[in-house]
Structures are given as C-alpha cells and as structure tokens.
C-alpha cells in the first residue's frame, strides 16, 4: 500500500549546526504534509505543515520543503539545540484517503554539546 | 490547556484481561483518534471517529473497540488482551477540514500484557 518513509533512523549532529532530516513519500495524491517531534515519553508534537501547493515553508528555526517531482520531504532545523534531540516523523494525507495521516517510521535526532 | 487527555499513563494486563483506554478533548474537536506506537516504529492507526455516533476501522483494528457517544470523548476497550498488544496507545483529535488536518496528541499511554 501508499506508504511514507525515512531515509536515516538516526542522525547526530553538533550543537549549532543545522540538521536536515528527510522523508520519501509513495502517495502523489497526498496533499497535505506535517512533521511531528516526540520526545522520550511524550506524544507527538506539530512542528510544521506544508501544503502540495507549496515548495517550502519556514517557521522558528524550521524549514519544510516540498520537492513533489520526486515525492520528498525536508525537515530542516537551524542552529540545532539540545532541546531539538527527539524523534521526528513524517506523516501525509489527502483527500482520497478520507484526510487520514499516515506516518513514517521515525528519525532520531540526537544533537552532541 | 487541557488539550488531549489520556488514562491511565501505565498499566499492566494479564492475558485475556479487558480495560479501557479513557481519552477526552476539550478542544471542540469533531475527528478522534487511536494510535499505538510499538518500540521504535511509527504510528499506526487503531480507530478513528469523524463525529459523535460515528466510528471507522483504522489499518490495525483487531482486537479493539471504540465508542463515541460525545464530541469529547473517545474510550478504546480492550476485550481479551494478547501480548501483541503491548505498545504505547495514544489518543488525538482535530478538526474536520479540508484545507489540513493537524491533529493533536495525548500524552500516551504505556500498556503492557502478561
């Protein structure tokens, strides 16, 4: 079935630079695009949302990008902080499937002092 | 901001026991949801309501049921509990729109079979 997935499970990086996380998506008629951050013991949290109509999208410190030739996704965090380490998921829907999220399988952010 | 309210947040079960995950949003939400999330994997969808009186077989619904008797309140039961059942469930709400379907989590909680 239409699936949505990770390329890395886990990504280090040094406090301070910035870290890009990415997502490959199966579905084109998806339209609709939201990363989430868990932390350990939490539930997931909205971070940012892209529409199809869009190729990018910037928040505080976050940036999503939307490349819809090849069906992917980006998360990219500025100046990454301790407080950043989390694991991120991608998650997708549309219309044709009743607006329903499916999500991927999750990327470790894990950011070194 | 209550938000999205689950109990219990840790519970143990032996095999063949039932128990009900409570979940309430005061959010004014119209969709609920139930997720569980096994170690290390994505979320994948239990049960999903539209409205009160209304509910839908997620991707994984064996061995669960849900009810939706007020726009708040959204409890999943567990009849005969199996070890493949132990995950963490976690229960969420959004709009019903069109034009984008945040949807916001709960806390979770932790349930264990024995």
């Known amino acids: 079935g239409e699936s949505v997935g990770l390329h890395l499970p886990t990504l280090s990086v040094q406090e301070g630079d910035n870290s890009i996380i990415n997502c490959a998506y199966s579905n084109s008629a998806s339209d609709y695009f939201i990363w989430y951050k868990q932390e350990s013991g939490k539930g997931p949290q909205f971070i940012i949302d892209?529409?199809?109509?869009?190729d990018k999208r910037q928040g505080q410190r976050v940036t999503v990008l939307l490349n819809k030739t090849v069906k992917h996704l980006s998360l990219q965090i500025a100046a990454t902080q301790p407080g950043d380490s989390a694991v991120y998921f991608c998650a997708e829907s549309g219309y044709n499937a009743g607006n329903m999220l499916t999500f991927g399988g999750g990327t470790r952010l894990m950011v070194k002092p | 901001n209550a938000g999205v309210t689950q109990t219990p947040k840790f519970r143990i079960l032996k095999i063949g026991q039932s128990m009900t995950l409570q979940c309430a949003q005061d959010m004014n939400h119209n969709y609920m949801y139930w997720y569980r999330q096994d170690p290390g994997m994505g979320l994948k969808l239990i049960y999903y309501?539209?409205?009160?009186?209304?509910?839908d077989k997620g991707e994984v619904p064996n061995g669960y049921n849900v009810s939706r008797s007020t726009t708040e309140d959204f409890p999943l039961r567990l009849e005969l509990a199996a070890p493949s059942q132990t995950s963490v469930y976690f229960c969420?709400?959004?709009?019903?729109?069109?034009?984008?379907?945040?949807?916001?989590f709960g806390e979770g909680s932790w349930l264990t079979v024995v």
């Open positions: 892209i529409r199809s109509n869009m």
């Open positions: 309501s539209v409205g009160a009186g209304i509910t």
């Open positions: 969420a709400s959004s709009y019903s729109t069109l034009s984008g379907n945040t949807i916001y």
